[in-house]
Each structure stands twice: as C-alpha cells, then as structure tokens.
C-alpha cells in the first residue's frame, strides 16, 4: 500500500467560504426566546375569579378601584392583593363581553 501524501494548506490557497457567511451573520436577531408574559401589577378579580391587569403605575398606598374588562364590574381591591403575574388567558382571546364594548 501506498502512502498517500499529507497535503497543508498554504494560506494563497483561497477557499470559497464567501457565500456561506452571511447566512449567520444575522441570526442572532433571529431567535429570541418567548416574551415573558409577566405583567408588573396583576389582580385577581373577585367576580370572575381571573387575573386582571391592575392598570397604576407604582404600587399604591390606598385602594384602588378596578373596572374588570371579563365581568364587567367594578370593585374596590386593598394593595395587598396586588402582585406581579400572569393576565388571564381570556384577556388575550376576543371574549364577547370586550367585543362588545369596542
């Protein structure tokens, strides 16, 4: 058997990697992860039973009166039940109730 040669690449050798590289120099950009989907103040309305945003924009020191978007009622909730979570599933569909009112 013959051995074969060990060939080295010299460096004026150009190879043809031109075209390949663009194809990741973007991707980066492309792949982000999934939003969160935690919303800073969240209330659990005492109608309907789901998470509701609590619309302020700092926590508060007194009560806050919250009209619920689901039920349609308006209720009074103490700073205690205000938290940092996740909006309920049926604010994101189109409920008949938020339809309505548009």
């Excluded at 919303?39 to 007194?62: D, E």
Aim: hydrophobic share 35%; charged share 15%.
């Amino acid at each position: 058997m013959d051995e074969l040669p060990l060939v080295t690449f010299s460096p004026s050798v150009q190879r043809n990697c031109g075209d390949i590289r663009p194809i990741f120099a973007y991707t980066v950009f492309m792949f982000h992860g999934p939003k969160s989907g935690i919303h800073p103040f969240v209330i659990i309305s005492t109608g309907c039973q789901h998470n509701i945003p609590a619309r302020v924009q700092s926590l508060p020191g007194s009560w806050v009166i919250v009209d619920c978007p689901l039920c349609g009622k308006k209720r009074i909730y103490l700073p205690a039940g205000i938290f940092r979570g996740r909006l309920s599933h049926d604010l994101q569909t189109n409920s008949p109730r938020i339809a309505g009112r548009l």
